[in-house]
């Protein structure tokens, strides 16, 4: 098993409970934000995505939040599942910078049956 | 028919050898990424290549140096390894410099 990553945050919910997870950039240049799921020993997989003309934006199961006022972006998923248990990474980038992604530090999500 | 592959999985090496490890995607993309994943799983930018031409180099050691070859491939040499190399690395590519990125499983190297 992983032995990294232990001091990660970690959010434990009940399966089918909706999860929230929440991300403060520091750029206020950014105006394009991603979140992305890691599952253990795998790479990161897109989510997400939401551009800074807009405070919201749905998908899947899942809706992010974006409130630029106080730099913050947050994810929620809806009746949470035991796929779901993974770290998720916010992301951001001026879209000047291209796709100079900045990463956030990571949420760990623990779905109890 | 994996989108983004990277070859070895794991590599462990010791200190002051010299490895590289590969990267490939078969998604037809223009741009593609190298990013250094640390045991408290901070995720960074390492590199990135646009049509085989380097467009991002962050503040990384010389002795990182990226090889695209052609679009569908870049590689990353590692020279003189040292323990703080020891982390995972990702490839990533998207379709152009904008564009979604999609991830390789990653090379988890352990340098002792």
């Known amino acids: 098993g992983e032995s990294v990553g232990l001091h990660l945050p970690t959010l434990s919910v009940q399966e089918g409970d909706n999860s929230i997870i929440n991300c403060a950039y520091s750029n206020s240049a950014s105006d394009y934000f991603i979140w992305y799921k890691q599952e253990s020993g795998k790479g990161p997989q897109f989510i997400i995505d939401i551009r800074s003309n807009m405070d919201k934006r749905q998908g899947q199961r899942v809706t992010v939040l974006l409130n630029k006022t106080v730099k913050h972006l947050s994810l929620q998923i809806a009746a949470t599942q035991p796929g779901d248990s993974a770290v998720y990474f916010c992301a951001e980038t001026p879209v000047t910078a291209g796709n100079k992604l900045t990463f956030g530090g990571g949420t760990r999500v623990l779905v109890k049956p | 028919d994996t989108a983004v592959s990277q070859t070895p999985k794991y590599l462990v090496t010791q200190m002051g050898n010299d490895k590289s490890i590969k990267c490939e995607q078969n998604l037809g993309h223009d741009t593609m990424y190298w990013y250094k994943q640390d045991s408290k799983k901070f995720l960074k930018i390492m590199f990135s290549?646009?049509?085989?031409?380097?467009?991002i180099n962050e503040t990384v050691p010389n002795r990182f140096s990226p090889k695209s070859p052609d679009k569908a491939h870049l590689n990353l040499h590692i020279n003189s390894l040292e323990l703080g190399d020891s982390a995972v690395y990702f490839c990533?590519?998207?379709?152009?410099?904008?564009?979604?990125?999609?991830f390789g499983p990653g090379t988890r190297l352990t340098v002792l």
């Open positions: 990533a590519s998207s379709q152009d410099w904008g564009s979604e990125q999609f």
């Open positions: 290549y646009n049509n085989k031409e380097l467009i």
